[in-house]
C-alpha cells in the first residue's frame, strides 16, 4: 500500500495538485468568496487523474501484484492527503483572522463569508462533495469523468451559494462572525461539515471498491 502511494505522489501525481494548495490562501482574502479556494484544491487533484488517465496509469496499475481495492484505497489517500493538507493551512489562517484580525475594517466590513467555524465546515462540505461526485464518478469506469467533474462544479457552486448566503436569512448573522461570537451555531455547522466529510469519503470509497473490482480493464 505505501509503495501504491508513493509511485501516486512520484509517478502519477501533477504537480498542479500540490501547487493549487496554495488557492487555500485565498482565506486571507476580504472581499472574495473565500470557499472557491477549496474547490481549486480539488480541481489540482483533477489534474493528476486527467494525467493518469493520458499515461494509462489506472491499466499500469492494475496489472501490478495488487489487489484491486488497494489501487482504489491509494488514490483516496492521495486525494484525501491534499484536501487535509489544504484544509489544515485553511484552519491557520482562519484562526490568524479570528485571533489577531477579528475587528479589522476589511474583514468586519466583508459582505461575503467571513473565516471561521462556518468557513471551515464548508470547505469540509466541498471536498466531501468532490469524493462522493467525483471518484465516484471516476471509479465507473476508471477512464471517463468529465461528465461527474461536471457535476462536482455544479454542487460545489451549489455549496458555495449556500455558505455565501446563508448569513443574509434573518437571525444567522452570527454564521458570519469575524471572532469566537456565537460559537454554538459556528461549532454546529462545524461539525454538520466533518460528519459529512467523512461519511461522504467513507461510502463513497466503498462504493469506488465495489464498482472497480466489477470493472473489466
Known sequence: MLKLLKKECRLTASVLSFLFIAFSLLTFFPGYPILI???FVCMGIFQSFQQGREN????????????KRDVVLAKFVFTVTIELVAFLLMAMITLIRMIFLCDAGPYVGNALMNANFVFLGFALIVFGLFQACFLCGFFRT???????????????????LVGESLHYLPGCAGLNATGFTDMDVQLAVFAFGLVFFVTTTLLSYRFCVKRFEQLDL
Do not use: C
Open 142 to 160: 476508471a477512464y471517463r469523468f468529465a461528465g461527474a467533474f461536471i457535476r462536482f462544479i455544479v454542487f460545489a457552486f451549489i455549496a458555495v
Open 56 to 67: 494509462n496509469d489506472i491499466l499500469y496499475t492494475a496489472l501490478l501484484p495488487v489487489k
Open 37 to 39: 479556494g477549496a474547490f
